[in-house]
């Protein structure tokens, strides 16, 4: 009797607890989950009223004249993610491919340490660096240093996604093609990258995507243009830094125009997100 | 030299693998303790034994695979046709072209049916289609297997029931045409069916190829094998016909083990 009665007493006492805890979790993620929501809803109803076509395909006009775009910062920010793509996505995935397939020692505990380090590195001082190392020399801002700056702060998410997804691939399928008699790094390049391919190609999407929306080095690498930026070695605009200028202006229409780049960029990595989930994101070589 | 000699005039026998003191440490840790065996030719040949006893370690020596893992000290000699497997003129890749191998879990590669089978031959510069088309077909047919999938070459090797992944996994290894076959317990994670399947797979591949298999499954030893080796504890405790093994063994051992009074 007396026994039943406190285990009842801690049945319900466990109740209330598990009752308390899920709350907790239910409401954390409903905030996590309304940040973004709260975000978008604000830039929709501040910015979507200067969306026009006008704002893709025009150039920005001078102070004082309504209307007017933004078509010079998207292109100058395609311009960038290509150019860091182009020093993030070989550096990080090789390295990647390094560390999960061909080093397990001393090496590649630097090479992740030093990695973790980078990732942890404001994004202003690579631009200070990159200032250092490009601008000064070239004598100018440029698309090739702001890109530049950009694909350093993407190495080492893209490297280590790239070796997290190569270590999910089973040891199964490795021994399996060493064992028909292939060569190791026929292994590397038929099996192991094959399989995991999808989850790489998100990692690279997804750093693409967090570097897109980075101010700070582009400051002092690509500055900023109110004009077209012809080739890769003059000023160029992109989304973020027009954002920040408009933003700090005095001006009630460029404020406007800020929104509606705020809500553009975001738009853009939300959409490159739910790409490379829904592209990539399928049977992953895990389950094989 | 005395034992190069007889080695050698062993080899001259119809032995296919001679494995002389092999000792295989990982790190401390002793995995095979002086194990000497015979494996005939077109003979299938069971190795049984309690988990860690060391099968799998010397099953793994055959083709070398344990060269990849870390810390591995491998002594002692292995002979495939007279030449040993360990001379640094012989490259593992071509070895294991010559002894494949089919291992516990069913690991096709995430690709068609088509493309697993094929990637052997593909690896070894085959680039002919319908020479590819040849092997692959000769191959599932070897496996047992071409009349079940052949309309569906291309679809995911993922997408076909375990047995019949396993037996892809078969036809894969038949593809690069070896010599020797080792088997890592094929079945064990198969119903009883499929396991039968396998089975009969065994019965028909040793008219051409030679086959060591570990198993767990008495039953199965006493049913495919023509020769029976008992392991315990890294050692090889007894060899013999594997009817012998199964009603007369030599060894109380070994008797405790297969009658399955093991302590």
């Given at each position: 009797?007396?026994?039943?009665?406190?285990?009842?007493?801690?049945?319900?006492?466990?109740?209330?607890?598990?009752?308390?805890?899920?709350?907790?979790?239910?409401?954390?993620?409903?905030?996590?989950l309304g940040v973004l929501l709260f975000l978008l809803g604000y830039l929709v109803w501040q910015g979507a009223g200067a969306l026009s076509l006008d704002f893709f395909t025009r150039l920005p006009t001078p102070v004082g004249e309504a209307g007017g775009g933004m078509a010079n910062a998207l292109v100058g920010s395609a311009k960038l993610l290509l150019v860091a793509a182009a020093v993030g996505v070989p550096i990080g995935f090789l390295g990647g491919v390094y560390l999960a397939e061909y080093e397990g020692g001393p090496v590649a505990f630097v090479v992740r340490y030093a990695a973790d380090v980078l990732n942890g590195v404001p994004s202003i001082v690579i631009g200070i660096t990159v200032y250092g190392l490009l601008v000064v020399p070239l004598g100018h801002f440029s698309t090739l240093a702001g890109g530049f700056a950009l694909g350093l702060l993407m190495i080492p998410v893209a490297l280590r996604t790239t070796e997290e997804f190569l270590r999910l691939v089973p040891d199964s399928l490795r021994d399996a093609s060493l064992a028909l008699g292939a060569p190791h790094w026929v292994t590397i390049v038929r099996v192991v990258i094959p399989a995991g391919m999808r989850g790489i190609l998100t990692g690279l999407l997804l750093s693409l995507a967090r570097v897109a929306g980075e101010t700070a080095p582009l400051l002092f690498t690509a500055l900023s243009n109110r004009f077209w930026s012809p080739g890769w070695l003059q000023p160029t605009a992109s989304l973020p830094v027009m954002i920040f200028t408009y933003a700090i202006s005095p001006y009630e229409d460029w404020h406007r125009q800020a929104w509606a780049a705020a809500l553009v960029l975001l738009v853009l990595v939300l959409g490159a997100n739910v790409v490379a989930r829904l592209a990539f994101g399928g049977r992953s070589a895990a389950q094989a | 030299m005395e034992t190069a000699s007889s080695l050698a005039s062993d080899a001259s026998t119809s032995a296919k693998i001679l494995v002389r003191d092999l000792t295989v440490r990982y790190g401390s840790t002793l995995a095979l303790d002086r194990v000497s065996l015979d494996i005939g030719e077109r003979r299938v040949t069971a190795l049984i034994g309690p988990s860690g006893c060391g099968k799998s370690t010397f099953l793994r020596c055959l083709n070398r695979m344990n060269d990849h893992i870390r810390g591995v000290r491998i002594e002692g000699r292995v002979l495939i046709d007279g030449v040993s497997i360990h001379d640094p003129t012989v490259d593992p890749v071509e070895l294991r072209r010559r002894v494949g191998m089919v291992f516990q879990k069913s690991n096709p590669f995430p690709k068609s049916i088509f493309d697993n089978v094929a990637f052997g031959p593909r690896v070894h510069g085959v680039r002919d289609r319908v020479a590819l088309c040849e092997i692959v077909e000769r191959s599932l047919r070897q496996a047992a297997l071409w009349d079940e999938i052949k309309d569906r070459l291309d679809r995911s090797a993922l997408d076909l029931s375990g047995g019949q992944q396993q037996r892809l996994c078969i036809a894969r290894a038949l593809a690069v045409e070896p010599d020797v076959l080792l088997m890592d317990e094929p079945a064990s994670a198969l119903d009883p069916i499929a396991t039968a399947k396998i089975e009969e797979l065994i019965h028909e591949l040793k008219t051409q190829y030679t086959i060591v298999i570990v198993t767990h499954n008495m039953q199965q030893a006493a049913r495919v094998s023509d020769e029976t080796a008992y392991f315990y504890l890294g050692r090889l405790i007894e060899v013999g016909p594997t009817e012998q093994i199964f009603t007369n063994p030599g060894r109380q051992e070994t008797e405790d083990y297969v009658t399955g009074r093991f302590g």
């Amino acid at each position: 009797m007396t026994g039943t009665r406190s285990t009842n007493g801690r049945y319900a006492r466990r109740r209330r607890v598990e009752r308390i805890m899920f709350g907790a979790t239910v409401a954390a993620t409903a905030s996590a989950l309304g940040v973004l929501l709260f975000l978008l809803g604000y830039l929709v109803w501040q910015g979507a009223g200067a969306l026009s076509l006008d704002f893709f395909t025009r150039l920005p006009t001078p102070v004082g004249e309504a209307g007017g775009g933004m078509a010079n910062a998207l292109v100058g920010s395609a311009k960038l993610l290509l150019v860091a793509a182009a020093v993030g996505v070989p550096i990080g995935f090789l390295g990647g491919v390094y560390l999960a397939e061909y080093e397990g020692g001393p090496v590649a505990f630097v090479v992740r340490y030093a990695a973790d380090v980078l990732n942890g590195v404001p994004s202003i001082v690579i631009g200070i660096t990159v200032y250092g190392l490009l601008v000064v020399p070239l004598g100018h801002f440029s698309t090739l240093a702001g890109g530049f700056a950009l694909g350093l702060l993407m190495i080492p998410v893209a490297l280590r996604t790239t070796e997290e997804f190569l270590r999910l691939v089973p040891d199964s399928l490795r021994d399996a093609s060493l064992a028909l008699g292939a060569p190791h790094w026929v292994t590397i390049v038929r099996v192991v990258i094959p399989a995991g391919m999808r989850g790489i190609l998100t990692g690279l999407l997804l750093s693409l995507a967090r570097v897109a929306g980075e101010t700070a080095p582009l400051l002092f690498t690509a500055l900023s243009n109110r004009f077209w930026s012809p080739g890769w070695l003059q000023p160029t605009a992109s989304l973020p830094v027009m954002i920040f200028t408009y933003a700090i202006s005095p001006y009630e229409d460029w404020h406007r125009q800020a929104w509606a780049a705020a809500l553009v960029l975001l738009v853009l990595v939300l959409g490159a997100n739910v790409v490379a989930r829904l592209a990539f994101g399928g049977r992953s070589a895990a389950q094989a | 030299m005395e034992t190069a000699s007889s080695l050698a005039s062993d080899a001259s026998t119809s032995a296919k693998i001679l494995v002389r003191d092999l000792t295989v440490r990982y790190g401390s840790t002793l995995a095979l303790d002086r194990v000497s065996l015979d494996i005939g030719e077109r003979r299938v040949t069971a190795l049984i034994g309690p988990s860690g006893c060391g099968k799998s370690t010397f099953l793994r020596c055959l083709n070398r695979m344990n060269d990849h893992i870390r810390g591995v000290r491998i002594e002692g000699r292995v002979l495939i046709d007279g030449v040993s497997i360990h001379d640094p003129t012989v490259d593992p890749v071509e070895l294991r072209r010559r002894v494949g191998m089919v291992f516990q879990k069913s690991n096709p590669f995430p690709k068609s049916i088509f493309d697993n089978v094929a990637f052997g031959p593909r690896v070894h510069g085959v680039r002919d289609r319908v020479a590819l088309c040849e092997i692959v077909e000769r191959s599932l047919r070897q496996a047992a297997l071409w009349d079940e999938i052949k309309d569906r070459l291309d679809r995911s090797a993922l997408d076909l029931s375990g047995g019949q992944q396993q037996r892809l996994c078969i036809a894969r290894a038949l593809a690069v045409e070896p010599d020797v076959l080792l088997m890592d317990e094929p079945a064990s994670a198969l119903d009883p069916i499929a396991t039968a399947k396998i089975e009969e797979l065994i019965h028909e591949l040793k008219t051409q190829y030679t086959i060591v298999i570990v198993t767990h499954n008495m039953q199965q030893a006493a049913r495919v094998s023509d020769e029976t080796a008992y392991f315990y504890l890294g050692r090889l405790i007894e060899v013999g016909p594997t009817e012998q093994i199964f009603t007369n063994p030599g060894r109380q051992e070994t008797e405790d083990y297969v009658t399955g009074r093991f302590g």
